[in-house]
């Protein structure tokens, strides 16, 4: 769990350190992207919770979702239809289950102390 607190706190003073601006056509993609970051992040800190945390899991699960969700955005846009949606949705289903779990997974611990 520290590695996760720790990544977070680099990636938000570089974020400050070094702003990155990117052009506003492209935030339909970017914020895409970052909900299949924190998907895949969220997963990766159930996993430690329970003690299944695979490193090459969570990284493939990393690239896989970040392609698979900005493949649906440019096809979406392409053909017309709000593809975008189907993993805006997942996604979200995703974080919010995962997040009960590691809930419920500090709920039992503090039950059993």
Known sequence: MIIIVTGVI???LLGIIFPYTYNPQYSLYVSIAILAC????IGGARAMCEDTFDGIVFLSGLIM????AGFFALLGDKVGI??????IVTFGGRI???IARIRRFFIDKL???
Request: hydrophobic share 40%.
């Open 10 to 12: 680099i990636g938000i």
């Open 38 to 41: 924190l998907d895949s992040i």
């Open 65 to 68: 979702n970040g392609i698979i």
């Open 82 to 87: 709000p593809l975008y949606y189907a993993p």
């Open 96 to 98: 919010f289950d995962n």
């Open 111 to 113: 039950r059993n102390k």
